[in-house]
């Protein structure tokens, strides 16, 4: 099946004289992997539509907030009846109460939680919160764990940043950089050296319980609780960025999935629905730290806008009443997992998988993908062939191999069907 990209071609030359590099956020251009951006004209369900006719399965469903599929009705309706009634007051609003009221329900450890616009705010915030709340500037994070732009944390970020291969972005100072330490995620021994060498100074260390931007890679048995520990043992608060794992692998996301406790939580993608909704959340002692209660400022516009809030609330509605979802794309993804293990072996591709709940990625790698190291050494030349190729089959997977796939609920198993046949035919001309 040859896809054409005419019109897209067209439209991504056109977005390069008003947009730098024609798009909005750099992941999306394709830099990683070769080629023109594909426009999307619309989506519904498990499905894209691009501007040039071609139907695409989406596992990128929006890099993660998608996981009930495009277009869903009760969020779309939600968002309808929403707009009619004005779009933003910069007054509070009830609905504002009621998702906060239904997050803090499912979330455990939680007592309040604040909302902003996105992924980055809420990672920045909570790292401000912590440095207020505990007296101390250093903050700890993982190579390859990506956090959002704040400049904080680009360095070694992963996701975007690493794709382009300069985790160190120019505009972050030196007096900023010397306050992030880097360890080496599932080295534990590595966060301990760090704690030895600047007692008493670390205010956080912030993970992704489960990474997805270096691909998806699991903690090791007992790491995530060894880092909890060492938090207790130091006076360190612990951050999980939920933003990606938040309302995806569990209806209290990790915390309820390793029944481990965070000291602060960052939320984004799901909890918006599709809008621009991000979060952190924390035991009250905490969050009272923060303006107007506290010292801490933080602040937003647009934060607690009444139509993402109607998106996230819609959404978070259904995760909450929906016993079965979570064990569904759990189900669909460990399906996925194994068809691919087949057809792989089958055509003698030396690869990986990882995977965690509705979460899974394929490595071009000898050994075990652990870290941001081990995932650097999948070979990328064959990515990109496995990108292009699964593209011309219909099939829309991150364009970076530093990314990990987001099964969606409205995938059928045909549609499951149809990606593991194309992962054969794509993988049996290497
Ligand atoms: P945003 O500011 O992009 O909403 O969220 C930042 C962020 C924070 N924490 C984690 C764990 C994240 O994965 C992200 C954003 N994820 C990337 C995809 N890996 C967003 C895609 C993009 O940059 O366009």
Redesign the pocket.
Known sequence: MFMNYKRSSALFAQAEKVIPGGVN????AFKAVGGTPIFVKEAKGAYLYDEDGNKLIDYINS??PMILGHAYEPVVNAVIEKAKKGTSFGMPTEIETEIAELAVSMVPNIDKIRFVN??????MSAIRLARGYTGKDKIVKFAG?????SDSFLIQA???AVTFGSPNSPGVTQGTAKDTLLAKYNDIESVKALLEANKGEIACIII?PVA??MGCIPPKDGFLQALRNLCDINNVLLIF?E??TGFRLAKGGTQELFNLKADIV?F??VIGGGLPV?AFAAREEIMNYLAPVGPVYQAGTLSGNPLAMAAGLAMLKTLNNDSELFNRLAEKTAYLHEGFTKVLNENNITHTINRVGSMISIHFAEEPVVDFETSAKGNNETFKKFFHGMLQEGIYIAPSAF??WFITDALSYEDLNTTIAAVKKVTSKF
């Not at 956020?25 to 999306?28: I, Q, T």
């Open positions: 956020s750099p992941v999306r890099w993660g996105s992924g980055t705010e809420a990672c764990c990506y956090h959002g732009h992963g996701s975007g992704e997805g931007n960025d933003v990606m960052c984004g993608k991000g990314e990990t």
